[in-house]
């Protein structure tokens, strides 16, 4: 990698902790899991939690991307009326995307329409910029790319204007126009000497962990106390 490259690295991973749209939150809610669960609550309990990753929660505000020391809050589930569901609550740290209006991020040009801009947000989450959000050096037209200084690939540093949340996905829509945004080389040469100025780390991996010693320990005392609890109902039910 060269020295360019590296800054724009740098740079990227600047833009994304200051932009605060990445965060960790701990955060808690009541899990309903099915009896069968009742052999293995952890598995349960995780395989809960996953059914969210990459999908918004509202608890988070935000779009779930990782999880963390997961922890059962009781010591027993617990059941409502009829229903089989078996309701624990568990505190987990949770990290997620949640893009601020007003703060700058980094996307990748994957499409050119008529009238607006496709983008990837860490490769993952989409964004758009309107024509008419784009100053008047930039240009890009879809049938002579030749002519465009912004073609598919190209990385920019765009303002967010809003956030659109539609079920579990969400869209945002960008701008050019202010201070700070651009093509990504070029935004990224500015900042250089700021850049070096600073010691950064990287942005947190997106991934998910499932090993917490912690929550083994409570997950397996909840195994125990369940399973003494069905012994005791069967032995009434014989009696």
């Known amino acids: 990698m060269n020295p360019l490259e ?5 740079f990227v991973q600047t833009q994304f902790r200051s932009s605060r749209s990445l965060k960790e939150t701990e955060m808690s809610i009541t899990i309903p899991l099915l009896p069968h669960h009742i052999g293995d609550l952890t598995q349960g309990i995780y395989s809960f939690l996953d059914n969210f990753i990459m999908k918004f929660m509202n608890g988070l505000d935000g779009i779930l991307l990782a999880y963390r020391d997961v922890v059962p809050m009781e010591p027993n589930g617990r059941i409502y009326d009829d229903a089989p569901h078996i309701h624990i609550r568990v505190q987990f740290k949770a990290l997620s995307f949640s893009p601020v ?15 607006h801009l496709g983008l990837l947000v860490l490769g993952v989450f989409n964004a758009s910029i ?26 920019l540093v765009f303002q967010v204007l809003g956030v659109n949340q539609s079920e579990e996905i969400i869209s945002i829509k960008g701008s050019l126009k202010e201070e700070g945004t651009g ?25 998910v962990t499932h090993d917490s010693s912690k929550a083994k320990r409570k997950a397996t005392t909840l195994i125990k106390e369940s399973k003494k609890t069905t012994e005791v ?7």
């Open 101 to 115: 209006i007003g703060s700058n991020l980094v996307g990748r040009v994957t499409q050119m329409g008529m009238d």
């Open 183 to 207: 093509l990504l080389e070029e935004v990224a040469k500015k900042k250089i000497p700021e850049l070096k100025k600073t010691t950064l780390a990287t942005v947190t991996p997106i991934t």
């Open 130 to 155: 309107a024509k008419e959000d784009l100053p008047s050096q930039f240009s890009f037209d879809d049938t002579d790319p030749d002519n465009n200084n912004i073609k598919v690939g190209t990385t």
């Open 6 to 10: 590296q800054n724009e690295q740098q």
């Open 233 to 239: 109902a069967k032995k009434k039910r014989k009696n």
